[in-house]
């Protein structure tokens, strides 16, 4: 393991909460493998205290960090530029600070869809029904879109997501009630909540009525078999667990930070993995 010295790279995750987040052991795979000068740590910090953070962590001499829930809408608020793909989403999830100055890029659905593809899913397949209107459904739903997907939002809120088709031209909007009803008509269902995750309540999705072709992906990584995928594969359904978003999601943000262009290999998705599984 490298030793850091005194010119080290600093870059971490900031969320609320941000234990459960996998990013410190994934980055720190790679920071080990290609020997780096630097380090990844996860960083709490409240929503009411974001923006002085993210402008103390700049001025500090970190080189960025990543961005989750529920950060994603205030990051994007807070940089002085933003990529495409993080202007499309109206989100950002990678932070990159130089020359005293905040750049924006949003990753997420580069991730998502580098993931389905991992598995074999083609994103154009067919309509794709995004369950919660967030940052992570503003980049899923925009990576979709540009793939060449009809895409549906269906939010526990109406507003949210009727504001999220405002900024996504096209997307069609469903009512949370509907959402079970739907997936007769859609190839492809995505969790983007924090359903399921950790500590919280499970997505309650009535999979009966799903054709068998398809297909349930989770963004949620812990539990790495979320309840949601569970109930998938005992229906028979082909499922796309959220890992491998985080480990594509991450490349981008690696670079910018470390100058090295890491690779997704099954040797650092087992290193993630194991730290998924239960005791």
Known sequence: MPILSGAARIAGIIGWPVAHSRSPRL???WLDRHGIDGAYVPLPIHPDAFATAVRGLRDAGFAGANVTIPHKLAAFEICDSVDESAHRAGAVNTLVFQDGRISGLNTDGWGFIANLLGHGVAPNAGPALLLGAGGGARAIAAALQEAGAPVTICNRTDA????LAADLPGLRVLPWAQRS???RDHALVVNTTSLGMGSHPA???DLSAAPDSLVVADIVYVPLLTPLLAAAERRGLRTVEG???LLHQAVPGFRAWFG???VVDDALRR???ADLLPA
């Open 27 to 29: 980055h720190g795979f």
């Open 181 to 183: 009803a739907a997936l």
């Open 260 to 262: 090295v262009t890491p």
């Open 203 to 205: 997505l309650d999705l």
């Open 243 to 245: 890992l491998g978003m």
């Open 271 to 273: 290193f993630v993995a």
């Open 160 to 163: 949210r997501a009727t504001a």
